[in-house]
């Protein structure tokens, strides 16, 4: 009875700013103080959909295929440094580990700001592979810990009987080490991918207005004051997130992901 | 002080009952075992005594009054876990004297009383360490100082020694036979290791199936048990049957006389210990057979011999017999144990 | 995010034999390094003084002094200051009884932690846009109060977004920080907490004594390393103060940002500066959490 009190409490706070965003998002006229939408209706997905619809599409494949990249980048870094980590000990171990944080607590802002200077160099700003840069700054980091927890339950016996059993080295990490940690790579694809696709601030600054993104296609849609609209957005901004996390909720459960936290 | 009275105690997680009709007393400065195999139930009765567990039926009393529905801080009992469980963020004088501080307890008399118990339990100089600074058998010390230090009617011991590997388990044995003795705390072990159970008590419980076979002293269970379980819980093997016939245990080896059973005509089972059953000599009734296999196991080796229709397994000191060879045994007459009816 | 636990009895860590084997450190390292550490210095260069855009090569600590000096600057500081502490503060209490209640009651249920586990994911925006439509003078929660007839329509609703105060943004920062922390104090508990309560309890410690003498100083490590990172991104986010603050005093990322891409090109090392401010703000918060937790861990805690 108290579990489903409790539950029932989280649920509610959890799910209650959606409440809004759903409301928003399928009203046609809701003035104030109507506490529901006098009318109901569909023009906000209509124009997200339609009107701005190629200007949706635009943002919002650029979103994915940056935080794919990203992603993808960011999980080819991470398994190594996961491993070395995860694995073995050495001195200066506990630095590396604040080294490695750093980047992820520190705002993007700091670090775009800074870096705008020498990507203009490189003639690299208002580019894809600018933005996929200054994201996998953090994104980066962010994987190597997931692939930390992950290899901290590895077990390197594994390992150890392939190749007894006379596997190569090749075989070794292409059939034993990455089918056990494949879990973790999903999760910690998913991971960087969210925090490539939330990124604002240093889409904006690195990609110069050029490279647009949903995030930034949202705040726009905000300062505009049509509300509908944004919280239409809003829900197609964060369904990716859902997903992933139900996704790696699925691989989460699996015992060899549980040293993520 | 320090009387425990079980009364039918029933024990149950969800819809198994793991422990059923339990009736035990551990007396004052008893050491008393529960002893059974693993997984049977015997920690949960410490927990139940210990307050830890709600029992499903049945009275727990510790000083004759009942303590059912008394939580844990307010019973006069202290359980002893399987692992240490110290406290990590404490040294050791600090986690021995956490209950003190719970009972808050003068400071001063705090600290002579943990200063007694780190003397009795070979902790000296240990104080300050931390739990993971020291070994497992000095972390299975404090755990037992940190409980013996509130000086509780009843100590609860579970498996004490399981976590200790196969010397420190001796050492660990014999420091609880000395502090026992010297505390004389009124003590309920549960263990299922037997030689720990026959070594330390002054009592057993023999617990299988969720029901309490027989209790006695460890000679008891050893040399008179009760049933043929019993029996075979603590290695015996021997077991042959017959009928009872004018005072005399009548089966394929023959008959011997069986003191104080009654029960004419009925089909009985008898068991000798392996380690009772005589090699060689030709006084009495020596019982021919060859031997099938040996073992040697150090100080004593193992024949399995047959004798006919009947297989008997002895422990002989002797080395030097061989498979396939023939033999003589002898069952002294007043090592068979005739086991009453049922 | 403290280092992870292993939970299995075969994670051991082996000494590092083959120092080759650092190599699988390389790609890692050189994106913090290069574009981190690299981002960083670039902006103590350009904080110095170095803008070709404006045609200044020579370093000097003239920005610096002249952001520090900046009654502005510290007032945006100090609100910063202000508003990610009290939100840390508020977070954390709640997420210890969070902690404690879904351990007692939940600790098991996939479905409740996997719905707590939402905010983790949830953008900035989202939440900031969310909090808008709840919180604002025409939101929900106004219009719900007025429904129920506490409120007449149009006035006496406080200021709870772009407000002094920094309601709006403290409720956002609360709703995406309590899982993180309470996540990770759930962790621990259900590591170790369990069998030691028991052991309190047998030790004759009443309820309020284990939690304070036992889950207390269990989850101290934890709970403080989780409140400096939540502190620390607090501190430094902008997304929220962006859109929930208000316009004076600024929330320090809002006033570095707004100084860097400001038309004149000399506020530019300003707001370097500030984010420079900000950056060694949240190393230092960092560097302190871990510094918490590596230090419990060599005392023997399970972390």
């Given amino acids: 009875m108290k579990r489903a009190l409790l539950g029932a409490a989280v649920a509610g706070a959890v799910l209650l700013p959606f409440l809004p965003l759903a409301l928003w998002a399928f009203s046609q006229r809701w003035f104030y103080p109507q506490l529901l939408p006098e009318q109901w209706g569909l023009r906000a997905w209509r124009y997200v959909l339609g009107t701005a619809g190629p200007q949706m599409t635009e943002a919002l494949v650029q979103s994915v295929l940056v935080a794919a990249a990203v992603a993808v980048l960011s999980v080819a870094g991470g398994i190594p440094a996961g491993r070395l980590l995860g694995l073995y000990h050495f001195r200066g171990k506990d630095l590396l580990s604040i080294v490695l944080m750093l980047p992820i607590i520190v705002p993007p802002l700091c670090v775009a700001m800074g870096l705008h200077l020498w990507l203009l160099r490189l003639e690299m700003t208002a580019t894809f592979a600018g933005v996929v840069l200054v994201h996998l700054s953090a994104c980066l980091p962010y994987a190597v810990f997931v692939m930390w927890g992950v290899f901290s339950n590895y077990n390197l016996d594994f390992e150890d009987q392939a190749r007894s059993l006379g596997a190569s080295a090749l075989d070794v990490v292409g059939r034993v080490m990455l089918p056990l940690i494949f879990p973790g790579i999903v999760v910690a694809a998913l991971f960087a991918f969210l925090l490539s696709w939330s990124q604002y601030l240093s889409t904006l600054i690195i990609g110069g207005g050029k490279i647009i993104t949903l995030p930034i296609l949202l705040f726009a849609l905000m300062g505009s004051g049509d509300r509908p609209v944004a919280a239409a957005v809003s829900i197609v901004f964060v369904i990716p997130a859902l997903a992933a996390l139900a996704v790696s909720a699925r691989y989460l459960g699996s015992r060899r992901v549980l040293g993520v936290w | ?342 | 995010m403290t280092r992870p636990v292993g939970h299995s009895t075969t994670a051991r860590t082996r000494p590092l034999m083959r120092p080759a084997a650092v190599w699988l450190l390389a790609p890692a390292l050189a994106v913090v390094v290069l574009l981190f550490g690299g981002g960083l210095a670039l902006g103590l260069v350009q904080g110095l003084g170095y803008l070709p855009a404006a045609g200044m090569s020579a370093l000097t600590l003239e920005h610096f002094h002249r952001v520090l000096s900046d009654p502005d600057f510290f007032k945006s500081l100090a609100f910063t200051l202000y508003l990610a502490l009290a939100s840390t503060l508020v977070a954390v209490a709640i997420s210890v009884a969070a902690a404690l209640a879904l351990n007692r009651l939940a600790g098991r249920s996939r479905l409740i932690q996997f719905i707590f586990q939402i905010p983790l994911t949830v953008p900035h925006l989202v939440i900031a846009v969310a909090v808008v439509f709840m919180l604002a003078p025409s939101g929900l929660l106004a219009r719900g109060l007025h429904h129920l007839g506490l409120l007449p329509a149009g006035s006496g609703f406080p200021l709870l977004v772009n407000d002094p105060w920094g309601v709006g943004i403290m409720a956002a920062y609360v709703w995406k920080e309590v899982p993180f922390i309470t996540l990770m104090v759930l962790a621990v508990l259900q590591a170790s907490g369990a069998e030691l309560l028991d052991v309190g309890r047998t030790l004759k410690a009443g309820r309020w004594q284990r939690f304070r003498h036992i889950t207390l100083p269990i989850i101290f490590p934890s709970l403080g390393a989780a409140g400096l990172i939540v502190f620390a991104y607090m501190f430094g986010a902008f997304e929220i103060p962006y859109l929930l603050g208000q316009t004076y005093p600024m929330m320090l990322p809002v006033w570095a940002y707004k100084a860097y891409s400001d038309v004149d090109l000399l506020a530019r090392p300003e707001g370097i500066a500030a984010g420079l401010v900000i950056a060694a703000v949240v190393a230092a918060a960092v560097a302190l959490a871990q510094g918490l937790v590596q230090a419990a861990r060599r005392r023997g805690a399970v972390l």
């Fill in chain 2, 1 to 342: 002080m320090g009387i425990l009275q079980l009364d039918d105690l029933t024990i149950a997680y969800g819809a198994e009952t793991v422990i059923r009709g339990l009736h035990l007393e551990v007396a004052e400065g008893e050491l008393v075992s529960l002893l059974g195999p693993s997984g049977a139930g015997k920690t949960s009765v410490l927990k139940a005594v210990a307050g830890l567990l709600a029992p499903a039926g049945g009275d727990i009393r510790i000083d004759g009054r009942s303590v059912r529905g008394l939580p844990p801080e307010k019973r006069s009992a202290v359980m002893v876990f399987q692992k240490p469980l110290l406290f990590p963020f404490m040294n050791v004088a600090q986690n021995i004297g956490f209950g003190l501080r719970m009972l808050a307890v003068a400071p001063a008399e705090a600290r002579e009383r943990i200063r007694d118990i780190i003397a009795l339990t070979r902790l000296t100089g240990l104080a300050g360490r931390r739990p993971h600074e020291i070994s497992g058998g000095q972390q299975q010390r404090v755990a037992l100082a940190r409980a013996l230090v509130l000086k509780p009617s009843i100590l609860l011991l579970d498996e004490p020694l399981s976590s200790l590997d196969a010397n420190l388990r001796q050492q660990m044995r014999e420091l609880i036979q000395d502090i026992q003795a010297e505390t004389r705390v009124s003590t309920l072990l549960v263990t299922h290791d037997q030689s720990e159970a026959l070594m330390l008590s002054h009592r057993i419980g023999l617990l299988l199936d969720g029901r309490l076979r027989q209790v006695g002293t460890p000679h008891d269970l050893f040399h008179r048990p009760a049933d043929r379980a019993v029996a075979e819980f603590f290695g015996g093997c021997n077991f042959l049957t017959g009928r009872l016939r004018g005072g005399l245990f009548d089966c394929e080896l023959g008959s011997f006389p069986a003191p104080g059973v009654m029960a004419n005509g009925h089909r009985l089972t008898a068991t000798i210990r392996p380690e009772d059953i005589l090699v060689g000599g030709d006084s009495g009734h020596p019982i021919p057979g060859r031997v099938r296999k040996t073992s040697f196991e150090g100080a004593t080796t193992r024949l399995w011999v047959d004798c006919g229709a009947v297989q008997l397994v002895v422990l002989t000191p002797r080395s030097d017999l061989t498979p396939g060879q023939p033999i003589h045994l002898r069952l002294p007459a007043e090592k068979i144990r005739v086991f009453p009816p049922e």
